[in-house]
Each structure stands twice: as structure tokens, then as C-alpha cells.
């Protein structure tokens, strides 16, 4: 080891942040238990102790693999006791040193420190007093051009001879990052020390040296400007003398604070302060004045970056969706989806939904508790009978009166740029010359386009992907399709009569009872007569009529109350007519007799299901086949088809092979005003024809839905749901399906499934056998 080392045992002290060179002398707190526990072996000893850095800072409890290897060995001149069990401890450097071993790590480092002291030179060799001089010359240097350090200090230090103590006292007043102060520790050797403070020291003045030309430039800067602001007030001042103050000058300024004090992107700030520029230079009664101001304080309005903070609790969220709505499973299960996912992802773009149903479901009202649920802001807009593409992308500034669209309209007042938006009746929008608005909202509904969206006016990118979309529509047929394939489509179908009594007792009646104030019991109203409400004076998917009905009833309470001071009105399924008047529909058709050629049908409409009677009747002629009824054209090729089904199958149901030659076949569908198209009514064209050629009574409690192929296959059809809720609302007790359509079943409730006796069927054999009363015999000829 030679004359300049030897081995000590000592205790070990490690710092946070600090490193201490030998020839140096300072004072440090000392706070952790085993750094105390250090320093009082020390002074039992012969007061040495070994200082030595660790790799983070941060850690509390370092381990032996967190502390650096080279220290210095130090000697501890005072203690200190301070409040709350710290210790001021004033130490000077003796030597570097670098640990060996560690002894033990509790309850204080102690280990074995080889102490490395610089060896005694009587003459410095001619590299380091080359070495040392640079290294004074550069100290020179960064004295004069830091303001951290005194010009005295500069004197002490050259007078210093030792290479290795002259390089240690350069670091300690120096050296600011940690990682420095270690690398000139490590050091062992004089020269390589020397080496590698010199190039430190040289990066430390280019720093010093590129501070000072910042803080000069930042000095003009705020000259400049100081000096602007005083000509400017000068100005101002002299304006004012002499009666020629412009207005624009102050409004410039209070615009130019409104700006930057909004939270504004980069390139909107960039773009709206070149508009105050132009603004600052035109005379305050100027048009285009008047058009830049509007544009700025649309820009300063806007929630650029404001938004609201999502409620992500889902069981909240759900008791909200609950306390609003009954029903409407698979509505409040996305919703609850959509907040488990963001509550995992956290950066969850809007989804974009479309709620298609019957009118008077509930679609609007539950965009409204949606936004409740997640906390955001709501805003509505209605799509109907919009032709105008500018309705949506907004006006060009070049026209007169130009304005944003309603897109960016809705979310200034919002006020938030993610908040729930719904675009009201989707289906109904319309085109003209002015463009087309169901394209310019291709844009706006896809989350991949809509972070940047661009308003005509603004001429700005606005960020969408946030804001939660929701659409509603009564049917998809007329949505265009790109626009479609943006949405997720959620189908709400009609109430059952279950689902509407509840709706109606948690919601409907208390409502009109406190609109025409009257008191909660102040109307007694059983189930039953709820239901006969709701069978003889409303037909609907949704709940509308039935909310009139029970206004009605409660106006006519109301003047009871205010006429006769009754305290309560009992309502009752006898006492119903004198409130509501001769009920408005039967559904009793069960009970009738069963009839030849009329057939009953299922068909779904976009205001939910409806039964549809088919009546057909021969009549003498040359084999032509009468439909009337405004059918449609897909309804005219499916009795085309039911025809020439029975004309392929004549013999086997006891027809003449010819019969077609003789008779014309009129096939009729009552209420003709209504269009009625589709091709579920197949087999019930099919079976209304059979009936009428055979004469075979088709039974009344019936209904049938389906497509029929020319060789007698059933094919599957659409709105099974509302079609079944239909039937069961008409008092038909067997419904017949196509056999494809089993999987549907799941989407009907059980208690309407279990009034309903619901028959799937592959082939026309199986639907004549559940649907006439007998089956007719093979013809005799056969």
C-alpha cells in the first residue's frame, strides 16, 4: 500500500446531496437514527469517521450497494444538538478515502476504509504545474464571470502549492452537481484529477458565460418593453389633451390580457394575437373591425382546454341511471361499460352511440340522466329538418353575419370541451343545394378524425375526441351509411304493458300529480286500472299517450278537488269511462270467430310494432292478382311469391291445376292509407290466399310473421321484439316465427313469453297446420 495508505475501521456517515473534499471544513444537519447513532461512535473513538455520498438522495435507508466506494475520512471538530433530535455537526476533510469491507450495516455503517492521502512533493513535476496553472487561469475566469464567488477567494487559492489540495479547494467552491463533486473524488491520482477539474471547470464558465448572454437578452427584452409601455401611456396621455383618443388602443390591451390569462393552444394564441395585431391597426368605427372582435371573443369563450372531471364511481352512476328510468337494460349497461373501461385506461376516447326507437321510449330523457351519471355538462341538438351544411361547420368570415356552427355553438355554452352531446333525430336530416349536413357530420362522428376538427369560422383545430356523442333515431333506413358506420347502434324497443304500469306508478303519475297540484296520495289509482289505461286508451311502443291519458285524469281530479274539496279521487276501472270518456282500442279479438281469408299478421313500423290484417277473397276472372291497401314494392313481390307458391302446390292442397285461369285473387290490407312494405308478411299472404281458395277458416288467435320462398322455406326476419309485444297487446295467444329467429327470444321478456304461446317453424306446412283450422285434402284428381 505504500507510505500513503493505510487501513482504519470506522464508522460510516452517509450523505444526501453533499460531498465533502479533505482540506475542507463545514457544518451539516444530520437527522436519520443510524447517521446519529455514526457520529457517537465516533466521538468515542478518536473522532473520525468516514463521509461518504449515496446514489439517490432520496432514499432513506440506503443499502451497502446504494453508497459510493470513495469518501473522505474526516474528523468531527463539533456537535450541536438542535430541536427534534437533529445534530449540527461541524467536520473537516483529512484524506480520501475508499472502503474496503463493511463490517456491519445495524445499528450504523461501520467497515474497513483504506485511507488514500496524497503523496508529499518536494518539487511538482512539469505536466501538473502546467496543469495547475491552467486550472488558475481558468479559476480566474469564472470568478470574474460568476456572481457566486468573492474576489478574495480567489487570492486564497493562489497560494496554494500542492497540486492535489489545490485541485480539492477548486472543486469544493466550484463544483455544483453532485455527479461532478463524486468524479473529482474518485480521483486518486494527482494528474488525473487535475485532468479532469480542468475540463469541468471549462464546461462550467461555457454555462456561466451562456447564463450571462440569457440574462442580458431577458434585461433588453423587459427594457424594451418597459420603454414601449411608457410611449404608450405617453401617447395616451397626449391623445387624450387633444381629443383624438382612439378606444381602440385600450381595447386592444384589455384583449391582449384576456388572451393570456385564457388557456389557450399555441396555435390559437398564435392566430388570435395576429388578429389583435390587425385589430390594433384599423380605426375603431372599421367593419372589419367589428368582424375581428367577434372572432376573438369566440376564441376567448371557447373551453379550449376546460373540461369537467368524469364521475368514475359506478355504482353512483347506476343508482342515477336507476333513480331516472325503468327499463332500459342494455342502455344503462354500456354506460356502466364505458366507466369501467375509462376508470382503467384513464384516456378512453367519446364513444359515439345511436339510440334507435319508437318515439316516446325515452331516448332524449336518457342522454339527459347519462350526462348526470358521468357528471358532464348536457347539450342538445335537434337535427330534424336541417339542410344547411354551414349548420354544422359554421360560415366562412369573408360572409356578413358569418357565425360558427352549432357544433362549436353548443360546446361554448357547455363550457366544457367534454361534455355529453346529443344530436337529436338523426334520421331526419335533409340536403339540399346548400349541402349536405349528414356528410359534414362524418367528420364530427368518427374519433379518429374529430381531435382536430375544423369550424369554417374558427379556421381552427378544435378538440372533439372527448365529448361524449349520443344520436337518437326512429329508424336507421334513412341514415346514410358512412354516417352509420361511425355509430354504435343501441336498439330501445317499446315497453311491455308490465314495464309501462311501472314506468307510470314510479314516474308518470307522480309527475302529473305535482304539475297539476294535487298531493301525492291525492289520486288512488289500482293496477288494474293503470292497465286498462294503458290497453284501451293508448297503442304505442312508448309512453306518451299513456302520460296524456293520465294528465287528462288528473285535470279532471284537479277540478274535482277545487269544486267539491275532495281531499283524495279513487279511480277504478268502472268509474275509468267518466274520466277518460268510451274507450279508443280493443284488443279482445281472440274471443272472435275464426274467419276465411283474413289472416293476421305482425309487422314492425318505426313507431314499434302493429298487427296487420290480411284479408283475401277469388273472384271470377282471368288469373290476375289485385293488391291494394299502399303497398309497398317488396310487399307486392312477397304475394307475387305467395301465389306461385300455391299455384306449384295446387294439387296437394285439393286445388284444380288450372284454378289460377278462372279467378283473379284480391288481396286487400285495411287502413289503406297507411304504406305498409316490408317482406315479413310472406306467410301471412300465403295463408290469407290458401284460406280464401279452400275455404278453410284461419284461426283468430293466430299471428304469424315471416318470408316465404317460392318452394315454401321460411326465411328469418327483423323486429321480433316489437312484433311479439305487438301480438301480445292485440290478445293474440299463438305467435308464429321463423325457425332462425330463435336467438331473438332472449331480447323478449319472460312474462310475455310465458302468455304466448311462440311456435318456430322451418317450412309453410308447419305454418298451415298451426294456423287454419284443418289442412285442406290432396285433390281427388291427384
Not at 341511471?321 to 384516456?347: C, F, P, S
Not at 361547420?393 to 360558427?404: E, K
Not at 346548400?434 to 375544423?454: K, T
Request: aromatic share 6%; charged share 30%; net charge negative.
Amino acid at each position: 500500500m505504500g507510505d500513503n495508505t493505510d487501513i482504519k475501521i470506522l464508522p460510516v456517515l452517509t450523505l444526501r446531496g453533499l460531498a465533502v473534499f479533505p482540506y475542507m471544513v463545514l457544518h451539516f444537519d444530520v437527522g436519520r437514527e443510524k447517521s446519529i447513532a455514526a457520529i457517537e461512535q465516533a466521538m468515542v473513538g478518536n473522532q473520525e469517521i468516514f463521509l461518504v455520498a449515496q446514489n439517490d438522495p432520496k432514499a432513506d435507508e440506503p443499502h451497502i450497494e446504494d453508497i459510493h466506494e470513495v469518501g473522505t475520512i474526516a474528523k468531527i471538530k463539533q456537535i450541536l444538538k438542535l430541536p427534534g433530535n437533529n445534530i449540527r455537526v461541524l467536520v473537516e476533510g483529512l484524506s480520501r478515502g475508499r472502503m474496503l469491507e463493511y463490517i456491519k450495516e445495524d445499528p450504523y455503517f461501520e467497515g474497513k476504509v483504506e485511507a488514500c492521502r496524497d503523496p508529499e512533493m518536494e518539487k511538482v513535476n512539469l505536466e501538473q504545474e502546467g496543469l495547475m496553472r491552467s486550472l488558475l487561469d481558468l479559476f480566474d475566469d469564472y470568478v470574474k464571470i460568476s456572481s457566486r464567488l468573492a474576489p478574495e477567494t480567489l487570492v486564497s487559492v493562489s497560494t496554494v502549492n500542492d497540486p492535489g489540495q489545490l485541485s480539492d479547494i477548486i472543486a469544493a467552491n466550484v463544483l455544483v452537481k453532485m455527479e461532478d463533486k463524486q468524479d473529482i473524488l474518485d480521483a486518486i491520482d494527482i494528474t488525473d484529477r487535475l485532468e479532469r477539474l480542468y475540463d469541468i471547470l471549462s464546461r462550467e464558465i461555457e454555462i456561466s458565460r451562456i447564463e450571462r448572454r440569457i440574462a442580458g437578452r431577458v434585461k433588453k427584452q423587459i427594457d424594451k418593453v418597459q420603454r414601449e409601455y411608457y410611449l404608450r401611456e405617453q401617447l395616451k396621455a397626449i391623445q387624450k389633451e387633444l381629443g383624438e383618443y382612439d378606444s381602440t388602443v385600450g381595447e386592444v390591451e384589455e384583449y391582449k390580457s384576456n388572451l393570456e390569462s385564457a388557456n389557450l393552444p399555441k396555435e390559437v394564441k398564435e392566430k388570435a394575437f395576429k388578429e389583435l395585431e390587425k385589430l390594433s391597426r384599423m380605426p375603431s368605427a372599421s367593419a372589419e373591425g367589428t368582424v375581428v372582435r367577434n372572432y376573438l371573443d369566440w376564441i376567448i369563450d371557447l373551453p379550449w382546454n376546460d373540461e369537467t372531471v368524469d364521475n368514475t364511481d359506478m355504482k353512483i352512476a347506476a343508482k342515477v341511471l336507476d333513480e331516472d328510468h325503468y327499463g332500459l337494460y342494455k342502455v344503462k349497461e354500456r354506460i356502466l361499460e364505458y366507466l369501467a373501461v375509462k376508470n382503467l385506461t384513464k384516456t378512453m376516447k367519446g364513444p359515439i352511440l345511436c339510440f334507435v326507437g319508437p318515439p316516446g321510449v325515452g331516448k332524449t330523457s336518457i342522454a339527459k340522466s347519462i350526462a348526470r351519471a358521468l357528471n358532464r355538462k348536457f347539450v342538445r341538438m335537434s337535427l330534424g329538418g336541417v339542410r344547411d351544411e354551414a349548420e354544422i361547420r359554421g360560415h366562412r368570415r369573408t360572409y356578413v353575419g358569418a357565425i360558427p356552427g352549432r357544433i362549436i355553438s353548443s360546446i361554448k355554452t357547455a363550457g366544457s370541451k367534454n361534455p355529453l352531446f346529443l344530436l337529436d333525430e338523426i334520421d331526419k336530416i335533409g340536403s339540399d343545394f346548400r349541402g349536405d349536413p349528414a356528410s359534414a357530420l362524418l367528420e364530427v362522428l368518427d374519433a379518429e378524425q374529430n381531435y382536430a376538427f375544423r369550424d369554417h369560422y374558427l379556421e381552427l383545430p378544435f378538440d372533439l375526441s372527448k365529448v361524449m356523442f349520443l344520436t337518437t333515431a326512429n329508424t336507421l333506413d334513412t341514415i346514410p351509411r358512412p354516417l352509420l358506420d361511425r355509430m354504435e347502434i343501441i336498439r330501445i324497443p317499446g315497453y311491455t304493458e308490465d314495464e309501462k304500469l311501472n314506468i307510470a306508478k314510479q314516474y308518470l303519475i307522480p309527475k302529473q300529480l305535482k304539475e297539476h297540484g294535487l298531493p301525492e296520495d291525492g289520486i288512488m289509482m289500482s293496477d288494474n286500472t293503470i292497465r286498462d289505461i294503458i290497453n284501451y286508451y293508448t297503442r304505442e311502443a312508448g309512453v306518451r299517450e299513456l302520460e296524456r291519458q293520465i294528465a287528462a285524469v288528473c285535470r279532471k281530479a284537479a277540478r274535482r278537488v277545487a269544486e267539491m274539496g275532495t281531499k283524495r279521487v279513487r279511480i277504478t276501472s268502472s268509474n275509468l269511462r267518466k274520466y277518460l270518456g268510451i274507450p279508443i282500442y280493443s284488443y279482445d279479438r281472440a274471443d272472435e270467430e275464426d274467419e276465411v281469408g283474413v289472416a293476421t299478421g305482425m309487422a314492425w313500423t318505426p313507431v314499434g310494432g302493429d298487427t296487420l290484417f290480411i284479408e283475401a277473397t277469388p273472384v271470377p276472372g282471368t288469373g290476375k292478382l289485385v293488391l291494394t291497401g299502399h303497398l309497398g314494392d317488396v310487399m307486392k313481390e312477397s304475394a307475387q311469391a305467395a301465389f306461385t307458391y300455391i299455384r306449384s302446390k295446387a294439387k296437394e292442397f285439393g286445388l284444380e291445376p288450372n284454378f289460377h285461369e278462372t279467378i283473379d285473387m284480391h288481396v286487400h290490407v285495411p287502413e289503406g292509407a297507411i304504406p305498409k312494405d316490408g317482406p315479413s308478411a310472406g306467410i301471412t299472404l300465403t295463408t290469407a290466399m290458401l284460406s280464401a281458395l279452400t275455404e278453410i277458416p284461419i284461426r283468430r288467435d293466430v299471428a304469424m310473421t315471416g318470408e316465404i320462398t317460392l318452394r315454401g322455406r321460411v326465411l328469418p326476419i327483423g323486429g321480433l321484439k316489437e312484433k311479439t309485444l305487438a301480438a301480445h297487446r292485440a290478445g293474440i295467444s299463438t305467435v308464429i316465427i321463423p325457425h332462425e329467429n330463435i336467438k331473438d327470444l332472449e331480447d323478449i321478456p319472460d312474462n310475455i313469453k310465458n302468455k304466448l304461446d311462440i311456435v318456430a317453424v322451418k317450412n309453410m306446412d308447419e305454418v298451415l297446420k298451426l294456423a287454419l283450422v284443418e289442412m285442406p285434402e290432396k285433390s281427388k284428381n291427384e
